[in-house]
């Protein structure tokens, strides 16, 4: 297999061609079916969660059966998010843009701060 690195653009027609041909069991192609979508990708965490609890992070790391499998589930949480993305309409560059403006903000944050004040002054 050869060294690839996909662009959301790539992610997201390979996505679509995997709805085209299973699209008479899965149904139609419906922005309000995202939600259910989400859900898949939660489930497919906990999957990743099992495995990280169970096997830990130096077999994910060392042993190659165990990261096929982790990688395997973190594909599947992938293949929903772009989904989730094909459901919705959402353009790679839509994407793109908000994550560039996401990153942004975040560099600017202090999380120490933030967390201090969110978690030090709330009653519970």
Not at 51 to 57: C, R, S
Not at 75 to 83: G, K, M, S
Not at 109 to 123: A, H, P, W
Request: glycine letters at 4%; aromatic letters at 8%; proline letters at 2%.
């Amino acid at each position: 297999m050869s060294s690839k690195d996909l662009t959301i653009s790539e992610m997201q027609k390979m996505q679509q061609e995997l709805y085209e041909a299973h699209k008479d069991k899965w149904g139609e192609n419906k922005p309000e079916h995202a939600k259910s979508h989400l859900l898949y990708m939660i489930e497919e965490m906990g999957e990743c969660i099992s495995i990280i609890k169970k096997k830990g992070i130096p077999a994910i790391m060392e042993d190659k059966e165990v990261r096929d499998r982790f990688l395997e589930e973190i594909t599947d949480v992938q293949n929903y998010y772009i989904e989730v993305l094909n459901r919705l309409n959402i353009t790679p560059e839509e994407f793109s843009n908000a994550y560039i403006e996401k990153h942004e903000h975040n560099m600017k944050r202090n999380y120490g701060k933030e967390n201090k004040e969110k978690y030090n002054n709330k009653t519970f």
